[in-house]
């Protein structure tokens, strides 16, 4: 038996859910209790089903899974723990695996060891070469400790040309292999290769896993340029992929059930060895969805904390959308807030941007006083209520055509808000601060239109209801499963398809394709893992993977996917399995529902549920 399906049916979620603090009382066939995920000290919200082996928040959360979402949630653990810690409690054995698909050649292993290799040889030329004494100094007045340093293994290239290219050919590595990884570069005229760092301060960047895959290097040159240089694009290195320090970060950004976002290298640190854990660096680029998509892992509340001069100043959100495409390819655009808005929507995250005060930033504000970080932070706004109060701070009132440009920058943002409650609100506020009817705003012509079609009929096709309540319950979850498992396989072999079928979803007011909506826990993960390595299959992506996922994997990937006759009618079928499934899944959620209100003992919950339960 798998080993996690082994775990489940060892345990009994009410045991778990009764052992974390929660005082259970039988309410029918189910169980109800305050969650232990909100502040509710009256209504019983929280609810587990025995016979499902589920749980459901009905009050503010509005969640629910299985017991490894439930301890994974509540304990802050990631599938590994979480694995770890039942298949202890239950006595299950878990044996590592590797799947019989993809390259066992070792060559990756091997320029990871080279890049973990020089980091190491950095770190100890900061600590102990004599020409590191800048290096050393500098370092001292950041107030940086020798822990921290030691912590985030701090790093120093020696002022020469091929110093580092010399101590790894010495240590039998390649020329090659140190072009590969980023340590060297090459002269495009005559294809001498040198060093790439050189007289800097080294700063090591970490994948979410804790191994290193690049740098990050400060020069100590007043006068060099440029002041960061990061290692370039390499099959280790994609920093539209990675978020630095978030791999020592996400267990304390699931404590505090928030991310702040900030710019710097040196933010990051600093704000760590001052006890503030839950900051990550968006490593110099526009925050792009495959990072948030990272954190929406362990949070739904990003702030992200700009420099007043770098995000504040009107030219970074003149255009918006124009901005993008008519910059010069070398200027990246750290602030992108249409691009936020859309992908808050597609995430269902809460987006919130907070400016620091003139001529700080995240570093020298908790350096100078730590207190005032955390009051900061609390004025974060969310994005379109920043940019309307960035693009009318001075404005002139008398001014008819500043109000209409400003009004036309800004309905992009409020058009790409998901929430129809939200833009309303947007609409209203934007007229109140330009002393125009919000009607009238509306009707400011724009190139794009917000289309939103009714969603499709999901298929009118249900099965005959079994003649027992067990065995239609068995059917039915073995049938969301197998649309599920066969879905993820399609998606497996071609990623591009899950791009496609998001688009037909959103097209027709339906969100995209989210870890949540697989019933299966290694779904989920092998399909999060999915969203930020598109190449999990095809490339070396499924070597990040959970051992304890790989026997899951290999069983996807055993059958081909089915055949269409076409591209467009794969699509569509795909969508369509989606709808059924979440249908299906609503229909349960109903049903527990039902069973619910025919308790007395739960009739108070209905006044306080939300108005949209989020499946």
Request: hydrophobic fraction near 40%; glycine fraction near 6%.
């Amino acid at each position: 038996m798998d080993p996690i399906e082994e775990i489940k049916s060892r345990l009994d979620i009410v045991d778990i859910v009764s052992e974390s603090g929660v005082q259970l009382r039988r309410s029918g066939r189910s169980y109800t209790g305050l969650c232990p995920f909100h502040s509710n000290t009256r209504t019983p919200s929280f609810v587990v089903f025995p016979e499902t082996q589920g749980w459901h928040c009905f009050g503010a959360c509005a969640e629910g899974g299985d017991v490894f979402s439930f301890v994974m949630k509540k304990y802050g653990w990631d599938f590994r723990e979480a694995l770890e810690q039942l298949a202890k409690r239950t006595g299950v054995q878990l044996e590592e695996r590797k799947p019989s698909f993809g390259s066992q050649d070792g060559a990756e292993s091997h320029l990871h060891d080279l890049i973990e290799a020089a980091a190491d040889y950095f770190h100890q030329l900061f600590l102990h070469a004599p020409q590191a004494e800048p290096a050393r100094q500098y370092v001292a007045k950041r107030g940086l400790t020798d822990t921290t340093i030691g912590e985030f293994q701090i790093g120093f290239a020696l002022e020469a040309w091929d110093a580092c290219r010399t101590h790894f050919m010495n240590q039998g590595y390649k020329e090659q292999e140190m072009l590969d990884v980023g340590l060297l570069t090459e002269n495009p005229e005559n294809f001498r290769r040198y060093d790439r760092f050189r007289n800097r301060l080294i700063i090591p960047i970490r994948d979410g896993n804790g191994r290193v895959v690049g740098f990050g290097a400060r020069t100590l040159d007043p006068d060099g340029l440029p002041k960061y240089l990061n290692s370039p694009q390499t099959h280790l290195f994609d920093k539209s992929h990675l978020l630095y320090g978030f791999d020592m970060a996400k267990r304390h950004i699931r404590e505090a059930r928030q991310v702040v976002i900030v710019e710097g290298y040196m933010d990051v640190i600093q704000a760590w060895q001052a006890g503030f854990r839950n900051v990550v660096a968006q490593m110099g680029t526009a925050l792009t969805e495959e990072q948030l998509h990272l954190l929406k892992r362990v949070t739904k509340r990003f702030v992200i904390a700009l420099d007043a001069d770098a995000a504040g100043a009107k030219a970074t959100l003149r255009g918006l959308e124009v901005a993008r495409q008519t910059l010069d390819r070398e200027v990246e655009v750290l602030f992108d807030p249409r691009g936020l808005t859309r992908h808050e929507g597609r995430l269902q995250a809460d987006i919130r941007i907070v400016t620091l005060p003139p001529g700080d930033d995240p570093d020298s504000i908790i350096r100078r006083t730590p207190e005032l970080w955390p009051r900061i932070l609390e004025r974060a706004k969310p994005v379109v209520e920043y940019v309307v109060g960035v693009l009318t701070a001075d404005l002139d009132l008398s001014d008819i055509r500043a109000k209409e440009e400003i009004a036309k920058q800004i309905r992009p943002l409020i058009e790409d808000v998901a929430s129809v409650v939200e833009r309303d609100h947007y609409w209203q506020m934007l007229g109140r601060v330009l002393g125009v009817d919000d009607k009238l705003l509306r009707q400011i012509p724009s190139a794009e239109s917000r289309r939103t079609p009714p969603p499709p009929t999901p298929s009118a096709q249900q099965a005959p209801p079994p003649k027992t309540k067990s065995a239609l319950l068995r059917n039915k979850q073995q049938a969301m499963r197998g649309k599920q498992s066969h879905f993820l396989t399609h998606c497996l072999f071609t990623p591009a398809l899950l791009g496609q079928v998001d688009a037909l979803l959103e097209a027709h007011g339906e969100p995209p394709v989210a870890a949540r909506d697989f019933a299966n826990v290694e779904e989920q993960v092998i399909f999060a893992a999915l969203r930020q390595q598109p190449d999990l299959v095809q490339g070396n992506g499924w070597r990040t993977l959970d051992g304890s996922l790989h026997q899951r994997l290999e069983g996807l990937l055993s059958q081909p996917p089915t055949a269409e006759p076409s591209q467009i009618k794969l699509i569509e079928a795909l969508v369509l399995s989606v709808l059924d499934w979440r249908a299906e899944k609503l229909k349960q959620f109903n049903k527990e529902l039902g069973q619910l209100l025919r308790s007395r003992a739960t009739l108070n919950l209905l006044p306080n549920m939300p108005s949209k339960m989020r499946l």
